[in-house]
């Protein structure tokens, strides 16, 4: 028997039998759609090994390193590291400069630790110890 997407929505709003007393009428999300949406995309460009490898590469330099440089430290063609490095490039996590023929990048630890504080409040309701949001 197939159930058509009306009466799934309808049971999915229904309390079922003998819940009544531990479950909540009615839960609204406290992270909007634009917001959650904001996250997650930063969030997607961390959801990759390589790139977390690289993000870690870069965080442990002072000065911003060459991609020649990037690509050595990993089995990875240039391509493949490029394509990460523009991942993380466009989520606002990393930094490219070019000097003549190669670009340097350096992470962005303001942005990251955006991205921390933007977690800590909005997904997990956390506030400073101020008592303001972070």
């Not at 007393?21 to 759609?33: F, H, I, M, N, T």
């Not at 089995?75 to 590291?81: A, K, M, R, V």
């Not at 394509?83 to 466009?90: A, D, K, N």
């Not at 070019?98 to 991205?115: F, I, M, Q, S, T």
Request: hydrophobic content about 35%; proline content about 6%.
């Amino acid at each position: 028997m197939r159930t058509g997407s009306r009466e799934i929505h309808k049971m999915a709003s229904e309390v079922p039998a003998g819940c009544e007393s531990c479950c909540r009428p009615q839960l609204v999300p406290g992270l909007g759609e634009r917001q959650a949406v904001r996250i997650a995309d930063q969030l997607k460009a961390l959801a990759d090994p390589t790139r977390l490898r690289i993000l870690r590469l870069l965080a442990q330099e002072e000065e911003p390193v060459c991609v020649c440089d990037i690509v050595a430290a990993f089995p990875l063609g240039q391509p493949t590291i490029s394509h990460h490095l523009r991942i993380l490039r466009e989520s606002g996590l990393v930094d490219g400069q070019k000097r003549g023929l190669w670009v340097h990048y350096r992470v962005k630890r303001d942005r990251c630790a955006e991205l921390e504080d933007l977690v800590r409040s909005e997904v997990f309701g956390e506030k400073r110890p101020d008592g303001k949001e972070f």
